[in-house]
């Protein structure tokens, strides 16, 4: 059964162009920077910057961790599963 087409358009008006969405966004690339800029990350070095507890929102460094991204991105993001760690 082939399924249709994702629209674009349409999932950025309605989940990437809301402010909470945004400042997410916003948090999270601004993490990177941090740790870039102490020298834990460098551009294009296949490594994330997770959130220990979860929250983008939260840049304090000791909630922030480098991880392989097949690591950071090996959990469901939803409600229901949290966030599982996975080692360090």
Same mark, same amino acid.
């Given at each position: 059964?082939?399924?249709?087409?994702?629209?674009?358009?349409?999932?950025?008006?309605?989940?990437?162009?809301?402010?909470?969405?945004?400042?997410?966004?916003?948090?999270?690339?601004?993490?990177?920077?941090?740790?870039? *800029?102490?020298?834990? /990350?460098? #551009?294009?070095? +296949?490594?994330?910057?997770?959130? %220990? $507890?979860?929250?983008?929102?939260?840049?304090?460094? *000791?909630?922030?961790? /480098?991880? #392989?991204?097949? +690591?950071?991105?090996?959990?469901? %993001? $939803?409600?229901?599963?949290?966030?599982?760690?996975?080692?360090?």
């Amino acid at each position: 059964m082939p399924s249709s087409p994702r629209n674009y358009k349409s999932e950025y008006s309605k989940y990437q162009a809301a402010q909470l969405q945004k400042k997410k966004r916003a948090a999270r690339n601004k993490a990177r920077r941090m740790m870039v *800029k102490t020298g834990a /990350v460098r #551009p294009g070095d +296949k490594k994330d910057v997770s959130h %220990r $507890n979860g929250n983008p929102l939260d840049n304090r460094r *000791k909630n922030l961790t /480098v991880k #392989p991204q097949s +690591k950071n991105r090996s959990y469901p %993001r $939803n409600r229901k599963a949290g966030k599982r760690f996975h080692g360090s």
